[in-house]
């Protein structure tokens, strides 16, 4: 049945992102989907859609504000002691020099390398 085709097809996509969030071209396909497989005899009211609409604009915002919010605290961080652990395994400590904002993610600067965000581990 096609409803079962929309439903593994929603899951697939959720499950390769690694945000629990849909983004905006996901959603607008998950609408096509839905439009197209929509019975003729009961069609979806445009309130739904905007209702839909609504939803993902306030999951979008949602979404930028904690970006900001991550972005602050980041930056209240300069001149602390800090510890990091670096993708190859190794543990990093010293003061943060800069906040550098790249491709949507923070890096530190710590003892002249730069550091995601995320690899934190100690604050001081």
């Known amino acids: ?4 085709a ?5 899951q697939t996509v959720a499950g390769n992102s690694s945000r629990t969030a849909l983004d905006t071209y996901q959603f607008l396909r998950l609408l096509i989907v839905e439009l197209t497989s929509q019975n003729p005899m009961d ?3 445009d309130r739904d859609f905007l209702a ?3 939803q993902l604009n306030t999951a979008q915002q949602m979404e ?3 970006q900001l919010l991550t972005a602050l605290q980041s930056a209240s961080l300069i001149g602390r002691e800090v510890e990091a652990v ?3 395994g190794t543990t990093l400590n010293g003061k943060v020099q800069a906040v550098e904002l790249s491709g949507g993610q923070i890096y530190l600067t710590v003892s002249d390398q730069r550091v995601p965000f995320s690899a934190l581990k100690t604050i001081r």
């Open 64 to 66: 930028r504000m904690g």
């Open 43 to 45: 069609p979806v009211k």
């Open 6 to 10: 929309v439903q593994s097809s929603a």
């Open 52 to 54: 839909q609409m609504a």
């Open 1 to 4: 049945m096609t409803i079962q």
């Open 86 to 88: 670096l993708p190859n």
